[in-house]
């Protein structure tokens, strides 16, 4: 099979999309938000988190009223796509200036950084970046500095000064490789001022820089200049196969899936020592081209060269040594543990080259990149955002190894450079800075029964503290109504669904594989599912009998082997909750079914704790009672049947409920979700084969 370069435009050429009558009237801070949301919107123009805007403003000093120049820059850790107002950093530029007097020289160039709060303009909170000092030195009102795969291709190749030239003659310049940091900026003043009828420059493994005193034209010169680099490869690299041709072919989309799920909890077993992660799965054509091509093992092997783009996926991924033509997933699940402990090994290695004597520990050794031939690529990380986030820098690294070895040779960073940022004391300070996670961060959870009220209020529960959760149900339009007010409220990363119905074995298995592809596995089963039924044991039909021996006790049975499946695949304990009811400890008139499948969950319940202790794997029950508002199983007849029994009616029922209670309080999901959080939290990691009653009192559901 032949495979051809796709040209780095995607087909469709950049958009420009400034609309002056929504600009008229903008100030220039909101000018500059405008700009750069617009850049961030398209992920050819640059990466998510990478590259900076900034706006040279003339403001009134808050303090004594004088006119001042005021840089507006977007400020650490944001992303140019989604920044707002309080996004930006704003500082002085004439106390900007004035530090070069106090600059000593590049070994203390990390000292400046800690000086920008000095310069801060209105007291804003917002931290400047190290990239500060570069849009601060350009002696021009409004700068752009974005990552391009287009441009970050030419200035990873082994000739990308030559190539620079080439393509923009002396519109755009070339620097030579630095670090990002005060000297990078005092390099890019001379430059400009050496310069004064350049439009911009190519920083060497890095990106682009572009400039003007107009906000629109700085945005269309952006703009401009990408897509002739666009078209300029495009015309270098029509018809030629990329990296090398082909060598394998990709498997039909359900087994390259079937492939992922076998492989990815079992990757995140062994790199879940220090926390838990989470997974992602990509199998486009880019990433396919690439992963089965002649040329995938050497490039893979040099390294990233843009610095965002081996912050996010280390300096290196892994190659699973899978044959799609030979299909070995077998042989490779075998030969995995010494793969990853290799990876691990000379990343190590490579640590120990590389380090200073102030340089920060080791951090986790383990892959974030997995690259499978004939499957696709896999990332890891301590949240799905994240993993995925990975995942689409690697795909930009994929496009720029396709340009740089199409037209020259592809270069990585050297080794030391790559180390230097990867483990730069302010990168690390940064990361001390960071939140502590959440209580359930890195872990997922599957809940069946998912759109029903205790099932929505549990994952609600979860996903606050930092779960992902797929939902499951039955039901496809309550499932993806629940899924969209959670997908609301958490983000479209941490909620999926499957539609699942308990009692059908493949349904089962195919969910819970479909889990694993999309967050790497499972941490945590909520078995949920469930019906009610009322009716005298004379009236109790064989199919009613079986309908709730079904659901109730074989569904909880098939659930609960798969998880174990995966749950043993990882080796890194798990929790399963089963939700079962007061019913199973103690008995009600005229639901002999309904009771007896109840305790059989909870007897099931007790032999899994016992079968999964020695791996890890806790199994506790929760018992609700009388939880009626939002649970499905109060609608309709069985609604009707329990106030018949209770010789009340519909509306008298819960006040019956709650008079009944030792509390004499009515229970709610919300009730049932804390009690299955306690349960999957690490609060309970000493707790397996317990039975927790959420019923308001009941001195008959005692446990004993």
């Not at 899994?608 to 609700?624: C, D, F, Q, S, Y």
């Amino acid at each position: 099979m032949t495979t051809t370069a796709p040209d780095l435009t995607k087909t469709a050429r950049l958009q420009n999309l400034w609309d002056d009558a929504r600009v008229k009237g903008m100030t220039e801070p909101e000018k500059l938000l405008y700009r750069s949301n617009l850049l961030g919107s398209d992920k050819r123009i640059t990466n998510y988190g990478g590259g900076n805007t900034s706006a040279k403003v003339m403001q009134p000093d808050p303090l004594t009223g004088e006119t001042v120049e005021v840089l507006w820059v977007k400020g650490s850790g944001g992303d140019v796509g989604s920044i707002k107002m309080d996004g930006f950093a704003t500082l002085y530029m004439d106390k900007l200036r004035s530090l070069k007097g106090i600059y000593k020289g590049v070994q203390m160039e990390d000292e400046m950084v800690g000086l920008l709060p000095h310069c801060t303009f209105n007291l804003n909170a917002r931290a400047a970046s190290i990239d500060t000092p570069l849009h601060a030195y350009v002696p021009r009102k409004h700068v752009d500095h974005m990552h391009p795969d287009a441009i970050i291709a030419i200035a990873a190749s082994a000739n990308s000064k030559a190539l620079t030239a080439e393509i923009f003659g002396d519109d755009i310049g070339w620097l030579p490789w630095k670090r990002p940091g005060y000297e990078l900026g005092l390099w890019l003043e001379k430059f400009c001022l050496d310069n004064p009828d350049a439009k911009g420059v190519v920083l060497e493994s890095h990106g682009l820089f572009t400039w003007d005193d107009d906000a629109k034209a700085c945005y269309d010169l952006t703009l401009e200049i990408i897509q002739k680099a666009m078209d300029w490869f495009a015309g270098k690299t029509a018809g030629k196969p990329a990296f090398g041709g082909a060598r394998h072919d990709s498997l039909p989309p359900d087994d390259r899936r079937a492939v992922a799920a076998r492989l990815m909890p079992a990757i995140r077993g062994m790199v879940s020592g220090q926390q838990h992660m989470v997974g992602h799965f990509d199998d486009s054509a880019a990433v396919l081209e690439f992963v089965n091509a002649k040329d995938m093992e050497p490039l893979a092997a040099l390294g990233t060269s843009c610095p965002d783009h081996f912050l996010r996926t280390k300096i290196r991924p892994l190659v699973v040594a899978f044959d799609p033509a030979q299909n070995n997933l077998d042989q490779v699940m075998a030969g995995l543990p010494a793969q990853v402990t290799a990876y691990r090994d000379d990343y190590a290695a490579y640590y120990g080259r590389c380090k200073h004597p102030d340089s920060p520990a080791l951090r986790d050794p383990n892959a974030v990149v997995y690259l499978v031939p004939g499957v696709g690529m896999i990332t890891f990380a301590k949240d799905r955002a994240t993993a995925r986030i990975s995942g689409e820098f690697y795909v930009n690294a994929i496009n720029v190894m396709r340009g740089a070895s199409a037209v020259s040779t592809y270069c990585g960073l050297p080794e030391q450079e790559a180390f230097d940022i990867e483990y730069w004391l302010l990168e690390e300070a940064k990361l001390q800075r960071m939140p502590k996670p959440k209580s359930l961060a890195g872990r997922v959870a599957l809940v069946t029964g998912g759109a029903g009220g205790i099932g929505s209020a549990t994952a609600e529960r979860y996903l606050a503290e930092g779960a992902c959760v797929m939902l499951a149900d039955i039901d496809a339009a309550a499932l993806a109504a629940t899924a969209e007010g959670l997908t609301k409220r958490f983000g479209a990363d941490m909620v999926r669904t499957v539609e699942m119905n308990v009692t059908d074995e493949a349904a089962v298995i195919a969910a819970f594989a479909h889990c694993a592809v999309e967050f790497g596995g499972i941490d945590i089963l909520v078995s949920n599912a469930g019906i009610a039924s009322s009716a005298p044991i004379e009236e109790t039909t064989l199919a009613l009998w079986n309908k709730n021996m079904d659901i109730l006790s074989t569904g909880y049975f098939l659930v609960s082997r798969e998880a174990f499946k995966v749950l043993r695949a990882q080796g890194i304990g798990g929790s399963v909750v089963f939700v079962a009811s007061k019913n199973g400890l103690a008995a009600s008139p005229n639901a002999s079914a309904y009771c007896t499948a109840k305790a059989a969950e909870i007897h099931l319940a007790r032999c899994l704790a016992l079968e999964g202790a020695e791996a890890g794997i806790r199994v506790n029950v929760v018992n609700p009672d009388a939880v009626l508002r939002g649970s499905k199983i109060w609608s309709g007849d069985w609604l009707t049947q329990r106030a018949s029994t209770y010789k009340t009616d519909k509306d008298g029922l819960e006040e019956m409920y709650r008079q009944r209670s030792l509390l004499k309080r009515s229970v709610y999901p919300e009730d049932i979700a804390e009690a299955a959080y306690f349960f999957a939290a690490d609060l309970s990691g000493k707790s397996t084969g317990n039975i927790l009653n959420v019923d308001a009192g009941n001195v008959q559901s005692f446990t004993r």
